[in-house]
């Protein structure tokens, strides 16, 4: 059971905390701590990039600091994003299992993680916006709540784009595959937040009378992409569908609405072509 409290550490163990900063990295030291011959400690992730003790040059012995780790082990941490708000404090021994899925770390922008896979930004989630406003054109703006996206079916490309919703930020990818239109919407944040949204992808054509529509939970923007297609977790609309709707317009720019909801109660499973499909009055 997780010994963990929120607030603030008492004075004793901020002061003894600055005692265990390592000398490299200037983390907080937890168990395992190497030391040198001299008796220097060292965190183990730094112990593995030197060869010699940082403060005495001297050679590392093969023992730990066992006395260092039983004080270690009855210090309570507080998270190393407590700056951006983060209030978690706990042991060594939960702290750094926290602070992987800390919703407070740093997250990466979607552009980079789901489509080019090379970083072009990183910080707390809530200054991720302004980055996309910033360094990208491909974003959408809600109209009456909902997204409408276009989408030129002479040449149906790949499409992302991000979308602002519920105060959160949201990632739309499309492809077209085996000539079905594919869709998927991705929410941007911690992973354990992404069912507690779900989308609505509405393919309806101007100037048909036909509709679809697919509703299904939220993946996380940590999934990949092509998995999710490949398995036909996302909203999927056959060719047959919409190519109708492609012969009805006059050109072929064809527009699809995307609408994303807080999550009230839980979506079931998902189940496969979970349509609803109907005819405009």
């Not at 989408?151 to 499309?174: I, K, N, Y």
């Not at 393919?203 to 940590?222: D, G, I």
């Amino acid at each position: 059971m997780s010994t963990a409290r929120r607030g603030e550490m008492d004075v004793t163990s901020r002061e003894v905390l600055e005692e265990l900063k390592c000398p490299v990295c200037v983390e907080y030291m937890v168990p395992p701590i190497p030391m040198c011959q001299n008796g220097h400690n060292i965190c183990n992730t730094c112990r593995q990039k030197v060869n010699q003790c940082p403060t005495c040059k001297e050679e590392f012995s093969q023992s730990r600091c066992w006395l260092l780790e039983n004080v270690v082990q009855k210090i309570k941490f507080r998270c190393q994003y407590y700056k951006e708000g983060c209030e978690f404090v706990s042991t060594s021994q939960f702290i750094k299992s926290h602070e992987a899925d800390c919703p407070h770390r740093p997250f990466n922008c979607p552009f980079a993680v789901v489509v080019t896979k090379n970083s072009c930004w990183s910080g707390h989630v809530s200054g991720m916006w302004d980055h996309i406003l910033c360094e990208h054109t491909a974003f959408a703006v809600p109209e009456a709540e909902k997204f409408v996206l276009k989408l030129d079916c002479a040449r149906p490309g790949p499409l992302q784009c991000a979308l602002p919703a519920c105060d959160e930020t949201f990632f739309l990818v499309c492809r077209v595959i085996n000539m079905d239109l594919c869709c998927c919407v991705l929410y941007v944040g911690p992973e354990e937040r992404a069912s507690s949204y779900k989308y609505w992808v509405t393919m309806k054509p101007r100037q048909a009378s036909e509709y679809a529509t697919v509703c299904l939970p939220t993946k996380s923007y940590f999934a990949d992409v092509e998995t999710l297609f490949r398995n036909g977790e996302c909203a999927v609309f056959s060719y047959a569908f919409w190519n109708r709707g492609r012969r009805a317009l006059s050109s072929n720019m064809m527009s699809f609405e995307a609408d994303i909801q807080c999550q009230v109660m839980a979506v079931p499973a998902f189940r496969k072509h979970t349509y609803s499909v109907g005819v405009l009055n």
